[in-house]
């Protein structure tokens, strides 16, 4: 099974700053078919089911503010919140969906 | 608008049944594999089980619930259900039903499964 392992556990970002997220994958989730990068962003509101955010590493969903980016290949990925707003308050879940079984990160907890 | 209505959720002993399900609209729900996932109390979440959309009838299982749980899709009444056997502690969760388009797309507002004595 490939092993998501996200960082920081928590961060607290003043409004208006950068929050940055990281992600690595135990094995590559690049698919040297397509070239594509099976990972995606989730974010968790508290009390709210999970929302997606971003996939194939770096294709916002229709909705999602710009303010969200996806970046990084291969092993290592990164989800930057370029200007924290109070609504961004969540956890933060990486995914890969290269095979199964699909995994998660253990999360990130933003905070203000 | 997509949405996912959940019901089922409850208190039920170790070694018991319960059986989850999710009432689609929105879209045409036969086109789309349908998950469930779960979380548990203050964790992170976990895939646990998948059915294919039109062009893949196949089921998918995670290995801490193969052979106990069992999804299926009524694609006439657009619902997706999860039967729950031999429930263990540590199958204590909030269970979400979950669109599939090769991500989780739209997820419903979860159904809480506590097993306990």
């Known amino acids: 099974d490939i092993v998501m392992t996200q960082s920081p556990d928590s961060l607290a970002v003043s409004l208006g700053e950068r929050a940055t997220i990281n992600c690595k994958s135990s094995q590559s989730v690049l698919h040297s078919s397509n070239n594509n990068n099976y990972l995606a962003w989730y974010q968790q509101r508290p009390g709210q089911p999970p929302n997606l955010l971003i996939s194939w590493a770096s294709i916002r969903e229709s909705g999602v503010p710009d303010r969200f980016s996806g970046s990084g290949s291969g092993t290592d990925f990164t989800l930057t919140i370029s200007s924290l707003q109070a609504e961004d308050v969540a956890v933060y879940y990486c995914?890969?969906?290269?095979?199964?079984?699909?995994?998660f990160g253990q999360g990130t907890k933003v905070e203000i | 608008e997509v949405q996912l209505l959940q019901s089922g959720g409850g208190l039920v002993q170790p070694g018991g049944s319960l059986r989850l399900s999710c009432a689609a609209s929105?879209?045409?729900?036969?086109?789309?594999?349908m998950s469930w996932l779960r979380q548990a109390p203050g964790k992170g979440l976990e895939w646990v089980s998948t059915?294919?959309?039109?062009?893949?009838?196949?089921?998918y299982y995670a290995d801490s619930v193969k052979g106990r749980f069992t999804i299926s899709r009524d694609n006439s009444k657009s619902t997706l259900s999860l039967q729950m056997n031999s429930l263990r502690a540590e199958d204590t969760a909030l269970y979400y039903c979950?669109?599939?388009?090769?991500?989780?797309?739209?997820w419903g507002q979860g159904a809480l499964v506590t097993v306990s004595s």
């Open positions: 995914q890969h969906f290269y095979n199964g079984p699909w995994t």
């Open positions: 059915i294919g959309g039109t062009t893949d009838d196949n089921t």
């Open positions: 929105g879209f045409t729900f036969s086109n789309f594999a």
């Open positions: 979950a669109k599939q388009r090769i991500v989780w797309e739209s």
